[in-house]
């Protein structure tokens, strides 16, 4: 499904969905103003089209004691397909990295890693991270505080074409 294919009806679903994953098909319908059978065909399209790719609870990395979140960019020495793709991997697995992403710029990759405290982080960036082959360069930072933390994607910026 593209974006030109998302209705104003598909917006609707999806900002109400971002609120409340748990939300029953009848409130749901309800909220987005539509009867209970075409929100849930509606619903189940969007899952289908991978424009829903699950659900899931947001929890306080705080309160689960994973009080350290931070930022490490990290440029390998080869840029090479294979190269990153095995690096890309090897990310896959290490637990304390949430998210990975590639990137344009000074570095080739952007990290986010939790971890409990600061002595936790620091023997996973040296003992793990930092040996990990192909790595060239590192540069971390920590987050004082969560400003503005990912919470719901901007659904009122979508261009449709007409």
Request: proline share 4%; charged share 25%.
């Amino acid at each position: 499904m593209s974006a030109s294919e998302i209705t104003p009806a598909d917006i609707r679903i999806l900002k109400e969905l971002q609120r409340s994953g748990r939300i029953t098909n009848q409130d749901l319908a309800d909220k987005v103003g539509m009867a209970t059978s075409p929100c849930w065909r509606r619903v189940k399209h969007l899952e289908e089209s991978g424009v829903i790719t699950g659900y899931q609870a947001n929890i306080d990395r705080q309160k689960i004691k994973l009080g350290i979140l931070a930022f490490i960019r990290v440029k390998i020495d080869s840029h090479s397909e294979e190269e990153a793709q095995h690096f890309e991997k090897q990310m896959g697995a290490l637990k304390p990295v949430i998210a990975c992403y590639a990137v344009a710029g000074d570095a080739d990759f952007l990290l986010q890693v939790v971890s409990e405290d600061l002595d936790t982080f620091s023997t996973f960036a040296m003992s793990v991270l930092r040996r990990l082959p192909g790595i060239k360069e590192m540069q971390t930072t920590f987050v004082l505080r969560e400003v503005k933390p990912l919470d719901y994607l901007p659904l009122d910026q979508m261009r449709r074409s007409t």
